[in-house]
């Protein structure tokens, strides 16, 4: 800070907590220092700050009027929250693009979000998020998407800047476009569609009618994330292996591969985002639906598992498949799973099956699949 004394204000019920903070040295400039403070008691799992830098100025977030982080120790540089001492100068997050990525399936973009400071700091490593139907997932390329943007790459780092989430590489996957539901579709699910006439569906979803049965081919699609693209991605940048630091994230088709990939390839990831996931397409003829006693029936897995969906169920607004997620959720509940920091079921209210619901509840969904991390001591 360039203050002469700066006031650590921390928001309370009341008048807020003030505490000044210590001079420990010089910071990055002559007009810079470095300085501590070291709050009496604990703070509650989310707490609010700001910096009193004299003369009636504060120094926030952007936007904001106060800091809100889980962290206990941290960093706060540029306006921006760190779990650990970062380098005097680092870029700002970007998204590069591989427009082509060859592999087993058709060609495609692959969009990779790379958090601040990733090009100063070469001993850092990051766990990674995959996403599906990357088209859509970042501002940055919102030219690609056929459907609206989720502003993935602006809500991760907003969220990383204030200390609510943990820094993370985001990899966004394209879809196969006319092969997107079959690829997405469980291999143990064959899907008759039904007459154009009794079609329900979202107006996001791109369902071509066909005579034939389709049959899922998820399983290749699982192989071809899990030792082709996540190969490329390792080799490429710094993002750790072990299925602890491994998420995926996908909405409608995309959610029910997300949760395909979290009850059949347990070894790729542990975190897992199932937002309005497509249940109904597994469906039998006699009724239940394939993927939701698989949940109820099998041996429960080691996850770390947000499921979610809207409310709103009409044929202008989107069938958000409250019903049937709903019926996912008591299915897990069945199975031994607990409401708590490792499995989440939320209920969007009058949200419906669109990209615009999915963009207001990523900021819950990154919260949950990377909190953010206590790094130890910050020293001073």
């Not at 692959?110 to 400071?117: A, H, I, K, S």
């Not at 569609?193 to 979202?202: C, E, F, H, L, V």
């Not at 990209?355 to 790094?375: D, I, K, S, T, Y």
Request: with cysteine.
């Amino acid at each position: 800070s360039s203050a002469a004394q700066p006031v650590l204000e921390v928001r309370s019920n009341g008048t807020p907590q003030r505490r000044p903070f210590v001079y420990i040295g010089p910071g990055r400039g002559p007009n810079e220092g470095e300085w501590w403070v070291e709050l009496e008691r604990p703070q509650p799992e989310e707490w609010q700050f700001r910096v009193d830098t004299g003369h009636g100025r504060y120094e926030t977030p952007a936007g904001q009027a106060w800091f809100c982080t889980g962290l206990t120790r941290l960093w706060l540089q540029d306006g921006q929250i760190f779990a650990y001492r970062p380098a005097p100068i680092l870029s700002p997050a970007r998204v590069e693009k591989i427009a082509a990525f060859e592999g087993s399936l058709p060609a495609r973009p692959l969009y990779v979000y790379l958090p601040r400071g990733y090009a100063e700091q070469p001993e850092r490593t990051y766990p990674v998020l995959y996403m599906h139907d990357g088209q859509n997932c970042f501002a940055a390329y919102a030219k690609d998407s056929f459907a609206g943007s989720w502003r993935a790459d602006e809500t991760a780092s907003w969220l990383i800047g204030q200390g609510r989430m943990a820094e993370c590489v985001i990899v966004a996957v394209g879809n196969g476009q006319s092969e997107r539901l079959s690829e997405y579709l469980p291999p143990y699910v064959t899907h008759r569609p039904p007459a154009p006439s009794i079609i329900r569906k979202a107006k996001t979803e791109s369902l071509a009618w066909s005579h034939k049965p389709m049959l899922g081919r998820a399983d290749q699609t699982a192989a071809y994330y899990r030792y082709e693209v996540a190969d490329t991605i390792a080799r490429t940048y710094r993002v750790r292996r072990d299925r602890a630091e491994t998420a995926t994230c996908g909405s409608s088709m995309g959610g029910l591969f997300s949760l395909y990939l979290a009850w059949e390839w347990t070894d790729f990831a542990r975190r897992h985002a199932v937002m309005s996931p497509s249940l109904w397409v597994t469906r039998s003829h006699s009724g239940p639906m394939e993927t939701v006693e698989r949940l109820r029936s099998d041996r429960p897995r080691d996850l770390r598992l947000w499921l979610d969906s809207g409310t709103q169920d009409s044929p202008d607004q989107g069938d958000d498949g409250m019903l049937d997620t709903r019926a996912a959720y008591e299915a897990l509940l069945e199975n031994g799973y607990q409401l708590g920091p490792d499995f989440q079921y939320y209920l969007d209210e009058g949200a419906g099956h669109n990209e615009a619901a999915w963009a207001g509840r990523l900021p819950l969904v990154l919260q949950f699949l990377f909190p953010p991390e206590e790094e130890g001591v910050i020293s001073k």
